[in-house]
């Protein structure tokens, strides 16, 4: 079974900071990409920041040079390093993963993590 485990949400004022963390772990082998998706009260999910095999990196245009996402492979975990946040960036913070369980198939499944609510307020 594989789970992702976020941490690191919680209250910060305008302008300030925040990192995200989300450590995937059970039966992988390997992680196609992770990424961050968003869901703020009243809003449908949305996707924040994605890092896929290779290096590549995408981002919403509303979170570009303010947030970084990184991963480390080692570890099966990926970062959201939230720069200047504002309070448009309230929600619930939920990392995903594409990973493949097994070599003998190319088969990717989607997993979630259960979310971490980030508030933005002075």
């Known amino acids: 079974q594989v789970q992702l485990v976020e941490s690191g949400g919680g209250l910060v004022q305008p302008g300030g900071s925040l990192r995200l963390s989300c450590a995937a772990s059970?039966?992988?082998?390997?992680?196609?990409?992770m990424g961050w998706y968003r869901q703020a009260p009243g809003k449908e999910r949305e996707l924040v920041a994605i890092?896929?095999?290779?290096?590549?990196?995408n981002y919403a245009d509303s979170v570009k040079g303010r947030f970084t996402i990184s991963r480390d492979n080692a570890k099966n975990t990926t970062y959201l390093q939230m720069n200047n946040v504002k309070p448009e960036d309230t929600a619930v913070y939920y990392c995903?993963?594409?990973?493949?369980?097994?070599?003998?198939?190319?088969?990717?499944?989607?997993?979630w993590g259960q979310g971490t609510q980030v508030t933005v307020s002075s």
């Open positions: 059970g039966n992988i082998f390997s992680i196609n990409s």
């Open positions: 890092a896929v095999s290779g290096g590549n990196t």
């Open positions: 995903n993963a594409h990973l493949r369980l097994t070599w003998r198939n190319s088969l990717v499944f989607q997993y």
